[in-house]
């Protein structure tokens, strides 16, 4: 399925990649593929059944067994694994830490690439994580790398957490996306580095609706919209 465009959205944490997608996903009625949230689904059932995350082979076995999939709702998106909704618990802050954990095995990452590449099915996908343009999808028509500074994201993810009562303080959040950033940018497998054909855009001080119109020309540049 070469031929069905992909968007591949990357970046860091709290980027606003997440948004971004989803409301690219939404605006082109495409499918919509969250990479992190299979990360965090191995790291979930890693640390429910007392998996050594250190072991890749035990955590690429888990991965492989993933069947999940994601709906785009009126209020944001459903993944299901095995047709069950997740819910939040993939979202808690010690998962956030085990999934970057679970990701820097070369094994549980080639464990995912079929299933991740198995998405892309017409109309097209938007595909949201740290290697969409890299790794899993490098002949995406159109890649987005979102940046922030550390100190926003961490604001940003605090608001996001803080309603649901998930215990997190704003400093921990900040030493979270710092030992996760350092983690994801050095790793030997997949690094989050921008694709030497990205767009590169810092949202620090950009508001999401300002960042997704500058994207959304983009969009009709590569003739994936009309004006
Ligand atoms: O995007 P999200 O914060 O949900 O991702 C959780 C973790 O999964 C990241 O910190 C990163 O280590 C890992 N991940 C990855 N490659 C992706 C998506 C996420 O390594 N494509």
Redesign the pocket.
């Known amino acids: 399925m070469a031929s069905v465009a992909v968007i591949a959205v990357d970046g860091p944490?709290g980027s606003g990649k997440?948004t971004l997608a989803v409301a690219l996903a939404r605006r082109l009625g495409f499918r919509f593929l969250?990479?992190?949230?299979l990360?965090?689904i191995v790291a979930h059932a890693a640390i429910t059944g007392g998996f050594d995350l250190a072991d890749g082979d035990a955590l690429a076995g888990l991965a492989r067994r993933l069947t999940v999939h994601f709906e785009l709702t009126q209020d944001g998106v459903t993944v299901r694994l095995d047709g069950t909704a997740v819910g939040d618990a993939i979202r808690a802050e010690p998962v956030?830490v085990a999934?970057?954990r679970v990701?820097?095995h070369r094994a549980v990452?080639d464990a995912l690439l079929e299933l991740q590449r198995s998405m892309r099915r017409p109309p097209g996908l938007v595909a949201?994580?740290?290697?969409?343009g890299t790794v899993?999808f490098p002949d995406a028509v159109l890649k987005i790398f979102l940046e922030a500074s550390p100190e926003e994201r961490a604001q940003r993810r605090y608001n996001q957490l803080k309603d649901k009562d998930l215990g997190v303080s704003l400093r921990g959040l900040l030493e979270s996306i710092r030992e996760?950033d350092e983690?994801?940018r050095t790793r030997a497998v997949?690094p989050?580095v921008p694709a030497a054909d990205a767009i590169v855009i810092d949202s620090t001080l950009l508001p999401i609706d300002a960042v997704f119109a500058v994207v959304w020309q983009r969009v009709i540049d590569a003739g994936l919209a009309r004006a």
């Open positions: 944490s997440g969250d990479s992190g949230a990360y965090r956030s999934a970057s990701a820097a990452r949201d994580g740290r290697d969409m899993v996760r983690r994801d997949s989050l």
